[in-house]
Nanobody
Framework: QVQLVESGGGLVQPGGSLRLSCAASGSIGRINAMGWYRQAPGKERELVAGISSGGITNYADSVKDRFTISRDNAKNSVTLQMNSLKPEDTAVYYC???????????????WGQGTQVTVSP
């Protein structure tokens, strides 16, 4: 059984930093792209940052130059370093992986349970 487990959310003041981590565990065949999404109250879930298996990254315009995504393929993990946080970054952040379990033929999306990030004075 494949799981994505996140850590690192919390409360931070505007201008502060947080680091989110996510590790995939279980019977993993292959992980393709990984990424972070977020969902604020009353809003749709949106892509924050993504990274391919080869390390190519993409970011939402709202977080460019503030957030950095990275991954460790050996550890099946992805990290989101968030700097210069703003109140509008407040949301539940979800880890996502396009992943093929060893018992399956095709890759499909897997999601973490979500971690709350609150940016407030």
């Amino acid at each position: 059984q494949v799981q994505l487990v996140e850590s690192g959310g919390g409360l931070v003041q505007p201008g502060g930093s947080l680091r989110l981590s996510c590790a995939a565990s279980g019977s993993i065949g292959r992980i393709n792209a990984m990424g972070w999404y977020r969902q604020a109250p009353g809003k749709e879930r949106e892509l924050v940052a993504g990274i391919s298996s080869g390390g190519i990254t993409n970011y939402a315009d709202s977080v460019k130059d503030r957030f950095t995504i990275s991954r460790d393929n050996a550890k099946n993990s992805v990290t989101l370093q968030m700097n210069s946080l703003k109140p509008e970054d407040t949301a539940v952040y979800y880890c996502n992986a396009d992943l093929r379990a060893s018992s399956e033929y095709f890759a499909r999306p897997f999601w973490g349970q979500g971690t709350q990030v609150t940016v407030s004075p």
